[in-house]
């Protein structure tokens, strides 16, 4: 069975910086795809990063460019994204996903996701 938990939510003030992570089981991590997404209260769930399977592909969402860096560990099963100079239009439940594909050449399905963790960025 596949699970995905996240950690490394909490508050922050604007400007600071925050490293969420992403440990997965019962997968082989090593060949999968992750990505990162959010959802903001009202709004719908946005794509912010995803990585290839063996880290040397990474793609971002616009308005994360140049802030936020994604990150994998195979050997420890995790994906990181460290998130510095954060606004408060970043606050919102980041989750990880996974998909068996590897690349993401080909735009991933991502059959698997985690619960989430909350980001709040105080102005």
């Known amino acids: 069975q596949v699970q995905l938990v996240e950690s490394g939510g909490g508050l922050v003030q604007a400007g600071g910086s925050l490293r969420v992570s992403c440990a997965a089981s019962?997968?082989?991590?090593?060949?999968?795809?992750m990505g990162w997404f959010r959802q903001a209260p009202g709004k719908e769930r946005e794509f912010v990063a995803t990585?290839?399977?063996?880290?040397?592909?990474?793609n971002y969402a616009d308005f994360v460019k140049g802030r936020f860096t994604i990150s994998r560990d195979n050997a420890k099963k995790t994906v990181n994204l460290q998130m510095n100079s954060l606004k408060p239009e970043d606050t919102a439940i980041y989750s990880c996903?996974?998909?068996?594909?590897?690349?993401?050449?080909?735009?991933?399905?991502?059959?698997?996701w985690g619960q989430g963790t909350q980001v709040t960025v105080s102005s």
């Open positions: 996903a996974a998909d068996p594909q590897g690349t993401i050449i080909k735009p991933p399905t991502w059959p698997y």
């Open positions: 990585i290839n399977w063996s880290g040397a592909t990474t």
């Open positions: 019962g997968v082989s991590f090593r060949t999968y795809a």
